[in-house]
């Protein structure tokens, strides 16, 4: 037995399955929550803060290049009714890989963190709809989609 064998793991070496996922949903959480607090600006300014679509990050937001989050922008894309949803940042996350699939979509929607009474809900619900139709007609599975603010709270839930 060589002397990694007997001190066990080290720092350096990959997360089991389990905890990668949960380390990623974390890391994500905090990149969102940065990104939401710089967009917010000091609480010095004189200035009104720009309305969330315009102060969001262009494309795909937070990691460029996500297969989830790509291929259901792409589906918006090319669907006339929700074309709208595209000037929205969101990063879709698979918590679950089911059957059922269990699916978190981070967005900028609802910055100030006004839960319920937020206007963003309508288009939270919109994109968990749009979500939920586009699994059920490409994927035939099942599953749950949950749209959430920056802080991860879960603004709206759609089944398919």
């Known amino acids: 037995m060589n002397r990694s064998e007997q001190d066990g793991p080290t720092a350096a070496q990959v997360?089991?399955?389990?905890?990668?996922?949960?380390?990623?949903?974390?890391?994500?959480?905090?990149?969102l929550l940065a990104t939401t607090a710089l967009a917010c600006g000091s609480?010095?300014?004189?200035?009104?803060?720009?309305?969330?679509?315009?102060?969001?990050?262009a494309g795909n937001w937070p990691g460029n290049g996500d297969p989830a989050t790509e291929a259901f922008r792409q589906h918006l894309k090319g669907n006339d009714s929700t074309t709208g949803l595209l000037a929205i940042s969101m990063h879709v996350i698979t918590e679950e890989t089911g059957p059922p699939l269990s699916i978190r979509i981070i967005?900028?929607?609802?910055?100030?963190?006004?839960?319920?009474?937020?206007?963003?809900?309508?288009?939270?619900?919109?994109i968990a709809r749009a979500f939920a139709d586009w699994h059920t007609s490409k994927f035939k599975d099942h599953g749950t989609v949950k749209v959430s603010n920056p802080a991860t709270e879960t603004m709206s839930t759609a089944t398919w």
């Not at 609480?43 to 315009?54: E, K, N, V």
């Open 15 to 31: 997360p089991p399955n389990g905890n990668r996922r949960l380390f990623r949903l974390g890391a994500t959480a905090v990149l």
């Open 43 to 57: 609480p010095d300014s004189d200035t009104s803060s720009p309305s969330p679509a315009a102060s969001s990050p």
């Open 107 to 126: 967005t900028n929607l609802d910055p100030e963190l006004r839960d319920s009474d937020a206007p963003d809900v309508a288009k939270a619900e919109k």
